[in-house]
């Protein structure tokens, strides 16, 4: 298995605080990326990375925010929880820009 | 925008019986296809690369296909063991990103 690790694995949480999602990985790849995966919709990129402190968003990146301050963390921030958060999330690595990504187990978020 | 769009959504299969998952695509200048496979309460497992018009690649069962326009993954003589989310994602040129299709839910029935 690629080393990539998600923590918490499982997390439930009240509408409106705070939750960190962390990614950490072994591999010392570049690029890192944040998924959701929905019923319905498939995997949906939140935001990417493509080196420390260089980030960019995805197609749905609204209500989520960020940071890479050292290559082999990646952190996914929501601000003030909202149900419609409520989903699976997915930890992505690759080595370089057009190569296979290796994916983390996900971290199951309930926001009630 | 990039679009990947995969047929069927869902598919039950007899164990034995040979099937092909599509996955058509429309991007700007494509510079990799990718296939995976998906366990139920799992991260995707990458299977395949392809980068050009006529490669093909292949694992056990599995074989891979790609065209222009779409990609096939050909499933021979499939097992219950087979039985999976297989997700296929693109990368255009000028991006750093994947984009993934819905997927194709395969069940192999014993």
């Known amino acids: 298995d690629a080393g990539i690790t998600q923590s918490p694995r499982h997390k439930v949480t009240e509408t409106g605080t705070p939750v960190t999602l962390r990614c950490h990985q072994t591999e010392n790849h570049r690029y890192m990326y944040w998924y959701r995966q929905d019923p319905g919709h498939g995997l949906r990129l939140i935001h990417y990375s493509y080196g420390v402190k260089d980030t960019d968003k995805g197609e749905v990146s609204d209500g989520y925010s960020v940071s890479r301050s050292k290559t082999e963390d990646f952190l996914l921030t929501l601000e003030s929880a909202t149900s419609s958060q409520t989903s699976v999330y997915f930890c992505?690595?690759?080595?370089?820009?057009?190569?296979?990504?290796?994916f983390g187990q996900g971290t199951r978020l309930t926001v009630v | 925008e990039d679009q990947v769009t995969q047929s069927p959504e869902a598919l039950r299969l007899q164990e034995g019986e040979s099937s092909s998952l599509n996955c058509s695509y429309t991007v700007s200048g494509l510079r990799g296809l990718f296939w995976y496979r998906q366990d139920p309460g799992k991260g995707p497992e990458f299977l395949f690369t392809l980068y050009s018009a006529g490669e093909e690649k292949e694992k056990e069962r599995l074989k891979a296909t790609l065209t222009k326009k779409e990609s096939f993954l050909h499933i021979t003589a499939p097992k219950p063991e087979d039985s999976a989310t297989y997700l296929c994602?693109?990368?255009?040129?000028?991006?750093?990103?994947?984009?993934f299709g819905k997927g194709n839910q395969v069940v192999v029935i014993p």
């Open positions: 992505a690595i690759r080595p370089g820009a057009n190569t296979e990504a290796f």
């Open positions: 994602a693109v990368q255009a040129g000028g991006n750093n990103r994947l984009a």
